[in-house]
C-alpha cells in the first residue's frame, strides 16, 4: 500500500481549535481559518427530536421555522433580509439531538450577526397569525420530504419498531402530522424557554477571526442572558421491543426493490460505547466505497445488486444504528440478497479482518477529515453533532487519534456485539404488486 | 495567502463602496504548458489539498442517432479501470492514495473533478491521465453501469421533480438534441455497445475546448508540467460540431402528468437571456428579486411567508450553449396547485407591469455583489467559478468588473428585462402529481 504516511495523514487531520465557557455558561468554540475574510457563526442548542413527547411530535423543528419570524427589535423575515443585504447567507437545521442556526458572512459583519442571534436566543416573539401559515409551510416540507417519497415513509416506520413506538428515534424530528396540525403558541413558547439559554447552547465560530476577538464580542452579545434551569435530557437505553421486526411497504410509486437492515447499536454515549469507534471502521471497510467488501461481493462478484453500501453513526445521545443497504439487481430475489449478506457478515465473524483493511478504511476515514478542512461549514457541523451530545472538544480533537487506534480484533468485537437477531429490523420497499 | 487578498478585495467593492481602481486585480494566474494546454490556477496553501475541473467539448445533445445516453455512460466508466489495472484495482490505488476523481456529463460538456491531498498529488495527477488516454471500457463494467443507469432512469420516473424536468425539456426544446436528458433513454440504454461507447470517448477526450481550473497547494511550474502529463496524450482534434440553433415555441402551453402523490411539483419555463446578451445583467438582478435568494424575493413572500402554500419556491436563469431559459419552481399539496399558480402568476404580471422598487433593487444589488466572494469558501467552490468563467467566456479579471456591472443595473433596465422576459403567451407549465384541480390556462 502506497499513499500519505499514517503520520502525516494524523499531523493533518487535526483542526485548530480554541474554547472557552462564558459565566452564563455558554460554550464557546473557535475555529480559525484565515484564507478568506469570511466567518461562520453557529449557534446549536442541545436539543432536538428525541426530546419530544408523542403528541407532540415536530415541535423542535417548528420552532427552528418560527426563529426566523423575529423579535421586539428584528421584524419576521428580517434577520435573513439583513444577512442577505451583507452579501451573506442564513439557515437552520433540526435533527434529533440538535437545533442548529447559521450564517456565513463577511468577516467585518460578524458582530453584527452574533447581535441578532443573541437577540433571538432570548427575546423571540411567537404570533399566532405567523405560527398559523407556518404550520402549512412545515406540513409542505413534510410532504415533500416524507409522505411524496416512499423510501422515507418507509424509513420513519422502521425507526419505530428499531427504537420503539412514540419513543425517542422512533418519532420523525418533522413530526406526525397530526401533531404538527396541533401545536399552539404556547406549545412553542414553553419547548422555546425550557431548551433556549445560554447554558444549554453552543457558539461555533469558524473562519477569519481569533479566539480574542470571538471573546470580546461573545462576552458583549450573548454575556448578558441569563442562565436558565435546564433539565437533564433523558434517551432509553434499550430499543424498541419483539425485536427482530421486519417492515414491508408495497407502494405504487415504487420500481425497484429496496433492501435495507439495521441493527440497534451504542453511539460515543449511550450502550457499550467502547465499540463506538470500531465501529465506525467496520462500516467503513464493509460498505463505504466500491472496494468495500459488500459492493465486491454483492456487485462485482454476484452480480446480485446494483449497489450495496454499510453505514453507521456514533454521534448520538441515545442509542444508534449500524445499517445496511441493498439495491437488488433486476430478477435477484429479496432471499438471495439476504442470503448473500448474511454469507458477508457470517466471514467476517468467522474469520475477522485483516490489518491491511483496517488500515485502509483507517487512512480513509483521515483523509476525509483533512478534505473536511477545505470548507468553512464542515468543521462547525462537526463539533456541533459531538457537543450537542455530550461530548467535548478534547474529543473531537482526538477522533483521529481514536480512529487510528482501533484493531482488526476490536473490529470484530464490535460486529459480534452489534450483529444480533433481537436487535434488527429489516425494511422492504417494492413494487405495489409485491416482493419480485 | 493570495486568495485571501483576491476575496478580500471583491468584499471591499461592496462593504465599503471603495473606489472601483482601487479594489486590484483577482489573482487568477493564467498558466500555459509547453504543449500548449491553457488553464486557470489560484495558489493557495492554507490547506494540503488540491482541487481540478476541467471539461471537454460536446455532450450529450451531440449523442449519436439511436445512441441516446452514450455520452453520460462513457464518462461514468472513465473510472472504471484504465491502462493495467482493471476496476477494482484502479479504485483501489485511487483509495490508497486517497485521491478522487469522478467524471459527468451535460448537454454540452464532459466535465470532470480531481481532488488530492497535495502529499500525493504526482499519482493523483497519473491516475487521471491513464483514466482519459487509456480507459478500459471492459464489458462486465459497461453491464454494471448500464444496469444501473437504466435502474436510476426508471426510478426517476416515479419522483415528481424529476418528471416535471424531463417534461418541461421535451416540451420546451421539441425538435432539438436539448429535448432529451443527459441521462439518455431506455431503450437506446439497452443497446450501446462497446463500439459505441469507446467511439464517443475518442470522439469527445479531445484537447480542443479543454477547459481547466484548479485551486489548491501546487505552484505554477508543477502544474504546467502535470498539465501535460494528463492531456499532452490526448489528440488535437477537429472543433466540435455547432449544434443546431433553438427557436423558442412561439406558444406556451400546460402539461399534467398524474402520480399518486400528495404533493405537487410545479414548473414553468419561459425563453430566458444568454449570458452575452447585454440584457444579462438587469435579467440576473430581475430574477433574484423575483425568486431568487432563500426567503427575501417576492414569490418566497408571497408564495410561502404570507400564504404557507410551499416550502420553497424559486426562480432561476438557465444557460445551455444554444438556448436560455428562466424556470419557476415550486411544490405544494394537490388541493392547493390552482391557488400556488394563480399567485406566481399575479406576482409575474406585477413584476412585468410595474417594475421593482429602487429599495429592491438596492438589496438586490449588494446581495449578489457580496454573496460571490462569500461563496468562495472552500477550494472546491473556487474551482468551480473559475471553471464556469470559462465556460461563460469571461476574462480572467472579471470578478473586479462585476461588482460594477451588477451596480450599474437601472430600475428601469429591470423593467425592460421583465417586460421581455415575463411573458405568459410564451410559458410552459407543468404539473406534476394529481391535483384536485386542473390548472388553468394562462
Known sequence: ?436 | MKLRQAVASLLALVLSALPLAAAGAVDIKEVTTPLGIKAWLVEDKSVPVVTMSFAFDGGSASDPEGQKGVTSLMAILLTDGAGALPAPAFKQRSEDNEVWIGFGASVDRVSGTLRVLSASRDEGFELLRLALTEPRFDDDMIEQRRAQAISSLDQSEQRPGAVATRALMGAMFAGHPYATETSGLRDSLKTLTAAEIKARAATLLSRTGLIVAAVGDIGEAEFARQLDRVFGGLPAGPARPELPDWTPPARGRSIAIERPVPQSTLQIAMPGVSRNDPDWYAAFVMNHILGGGGLTSRLAAEVREKRGLAYGVSSGLRNYRKASLLVISTATANEKVADTLRVIRAEVARLRTDGVTEQELADAKTYLIGALPVSLDSSATIAALLYSMQVDGLPRDYLAKRAKLLGAVTAADVRRAARRLLRDDVAFTVVVGKPVELPIEP
Open chain 1, 1 to 436: 500500500m502506497s499513499g500519505p504516511s499514517r503520520a502525516a495523514l494524523l499531523t493533518f487531520a487535526r483542526r485548530p481549535s480554541e474554547s472557552f465557557t462564558l459565566a452564563n455558561g455558554l460554550q464557546v468554540v473557535v475555529l480559525p481559518s484565515h484564507r478568506a475574510p469570511i466567518v461562520t457563526q453557529v449557534v446549536i442548542y442541545k436539543v432536538g427530536g428525541a426530546d419530544e413527547v408523542f403528541g407532540q411530535t415536530g415541535v423542535a423543528h417548528f420552532l427552528e421555522h418560527m426563529m426566523f419570524k423575529g423579535t421586539a427589535t428584528v421584524g419576521p423575515g428580517e434577520f435573513s433580509r439583513i444577512v442577505s443585504r451583507s452579501g451573506g447567507r442564513d439557515n437552520a437545521y433540526t435533527d434529533f439531538d440538535v437545533t442548529g442556526y447559521h450564517q456565513t458572512i463577511a468577516a467585518d459583519r460578524l458582530e453584527m450577526v452574533m447581535r441578532m442571534e443573541a437577540d433571538r436566543m432570548a427575546n423571540l416573539r411567537l404570533a399566532e397569525k405567523d405560527l398559523t401559515t407556518e404550520r402549512l409551510v412545515v406540513l409542505e416540507e413534510r410532504r415533500m420530504r416524507t409522505d411524496n417519497v416512499p423510501s422515507s415513509l418507509l424509513d420513519e416506520a422502521a425507526r419505530e419498531q428499531l427504537f420503539g413506538r412514540h419513543r425517542p428515534y422512533g418519532m420523525p424530528v418533522v413530526g406526525y402530522v397530526d401533531d404538527v396540525k396541533k401545536l399552539s403558541v404556547g406549545d412553542l413558547g414553553a419547548f422555546y424557554r425550557k431548551h433556549y439559554a445560554p447554558n444549554n447552547a453552543v457558539l461555533i465560530v469558524a473562519g477569519d477571526t481569533t479566539p480574542e476577538a470571538v471573546r470580546v464580542l461573545a462576552e458583549r452579545h450573548y454575556g448578558p442572558l441569563a442562565r436558565r434551569p435546564v433539565g437533564p435530557r433523558r434517551r432509553p437505553s434499550d430499543g424498541g421491543k419483539d425485536l427482530p421486526q421486519r417492515v414491508i411497504r408495497a407502494d405504487a410509486r415504487v420500481v425497484e426493490t429496496r433492501w435495507d437492515r439495521d441493527y440497534l447499536a451504542p453511539s460515543y454515549r449511550m450502550g457499550e460505547t467502547q465499540h463506538a469507534h470500531a465501529l465506525s471502521v467496520l462500516s467503513w471497510l464493509l460498505g463505504s466505497s466500491e472496494t468495500s467488501r459488500l459492493w465486491r461481493a454483492l456487485v462485482v462478484e454476484a452480480r446480485l445488486a446494483l449497489s450495496a453500501s454499510a453505514s453507521y453513526g456514533g454521534a448520538s445521545l441515545g442509542l444508534t444504528s449500524f445499517g445496511f443497504d441493498v439495491q437488488p439487481a433486476h430478477g435477484t430475489t429479496v432471499a438471495a440478497i439476504e442470503a448473500a449478506v448474511g454469507d458477508q457478515m457470517k466471514k467476517l465473524l468467522d474469520d475477522g479482518v485483516t490489518p491491511e483493511e483496517v488500515e485502509r478504511a483507517q487512512n480513509r476515514m483521515l483523509a476525509q477529515t483533512v478534505y473536511s478542512q477545505d470548507s468553512l461549514a464542515s468543521g462547525p457541523r462537526l463539533y456541533g453533532a459531538i457537543l450537542s451530545t455530550g461530548g467535548t472538544v478534547a474529543e473531537v480533537d482526538d477522533w483521529p487519534k481514536n480512529i487510528a487506534a482501533v484493531t482488526p480484533a476490536a473490529v470484530l468485537a464490535a460486529a459480534r456485539h452489534v450483529w444480533r437477531d433481537d436487535g434488527a429490523v429489516t425494511s422492504l420497499l417494492t413494487p405495489a404488486e409485491g416482493a419480485r
